[in-house]
């Protein structure tokens, strides 16, 4: 597939009608029994876990993407991922369980990353990785959120098991602080240790201006650090614009700049311009996220160049 068909392609799907599914209800029954069914599964899971309370029934959602990116120099490639959660009251009240892929809840805030795919080019022209899919996808644990409330701290911890084998201990924890009715900052710290997967370590630093209550500016910093068989130090910090608006659209723009931390010396390794937009499309639970980014690449001797990024989400 040459650019010219690819951008017509990307193109052609963010113009699609609303009303191309406009008769059909079979989608809908469809989309109303996995509700009915993860109801029905998380209400059962309940009960056999203890005495369910009616006020406080069982709940579950899932969300299911399928990202695919695109660029002259690594090409195009395409990734599905999963991500749900299974509220269960009977057990206790801070208790969840978590599956799917967890990069989703470590990027949640961060508009800069959406382009991420996989975390490194796929070889030999391949167009997708049904291990890494797999692999990525294949997270299950059992996540207690609570807080410290004297410090207004928020805290998860998750305990599970990852790609089949790799058990591990996973801790979020997030403190926001309202300097003016406009201005705030928030610190987000994540650590997780896994047996074949050892060390990840995040931290996420935004200082947001609230312009108005659809409208406001954030600046988005953070720093990545793992060790499994190397050590990789990352940063990335992006200033960028959302507008928010009705019938949950979102438009994002700004400038990203980012690079690997070596020697104790960050480098700017990339940078520049892009923008994105998230609108519902034939479905109220069905959404499109398209996005466009024009970045170097230092490291790779490449100069900027135009990148694509497409989302289709469909929430449960």
């Known amino acids: 597939m040459n650019t010219t068909l690819k951008y017509a392609f990307l193109t052609a799907l963010t113009s699609i009608p609303a009303v191309a599914f406009a008769q059909s209800t079979w989608v809908d029954e469809q989309h109303s029994n996995v509700q009915q069914n993860l109801h029905s ?3 059962t899971l309940d009960d056999w876990l203890g005495t369910p309370d009616p006020n406080k029934p069982a709940s579950a959602g899932l969300r299911f993407m399928l990202d695919s990116t695109w660029n002259r120099y690594d090409g195009f490639s395409i990734k599905p991922r999963v991500r749900g959660k299974v509220k269960l009251p009977a057990l206790k009240k801070h208790l969840s369980v978590v599956f799917g892929d967890e990069d989703l809840d470590n990027q949640a805030r961060d508009k800069n990353q959406m382009h991420v795919n996989y975390k490194d080019p796929l070889q030999n022209d391949r167009k997708y990785d049904s291990r890494q899919a797999r692999n990525d996808n294949a997270s299950l644990a059992l996540r207690w959120s609570d807080g410290i409330k004297a410090l207004g701290i928020d805290t998860d911890v998750d305990l599970g098991i990852r790609s089949g084998a790799d058990v591990f201990l996973r801790f979020k924890a997030n403190k926001e602080w309202r300097h003016t009715a406009e201005f705030s900052t928030r610190l987000e710290q994540i650590y997780r240790y896994g047996i074949n997967s050892k060390h990840y370590l995040r931290t996420n630093f935004e200082n947001k201006f609230t312009e108005s209550e659809s409208v406001f500016v954030n600046n988005h910093t953070y720093l990545e650090y793992t060790h ?3 050590e990789d130090f990352r940063w990335g910090n992006s200033l960028y614009r ?4 009705a019938g949950f659209k979102r438009l994002n723009y700004g400038i990203f700049a980012g ?3 070596l020697h104790k010396k960050p480098n700017l390794d990339y940078y520049g311009p892009f923008i994105n937009w998230r609108q519902p499309i034939l479905r109220e639970w069905v959404f499109i996220q398209p996005e466009v980014h024009y970045y170097n690449n230092k490291k ?8 694509a990024f497409l989302r289709l989400e469909a929430i449960f």
Do not use: K, T, V
């Open 242 to 245: 959302q507008h928010n608006f």
């Open 41 to 43: 599964w998380s209400n």
């Open 228 to 230: 499994d068989r190397n």
């Open 259 to 261: 690079g690997e931390i």
């Open 300 to 307: 790779l001797n490449r100069p900027h160049n135009l990148g």
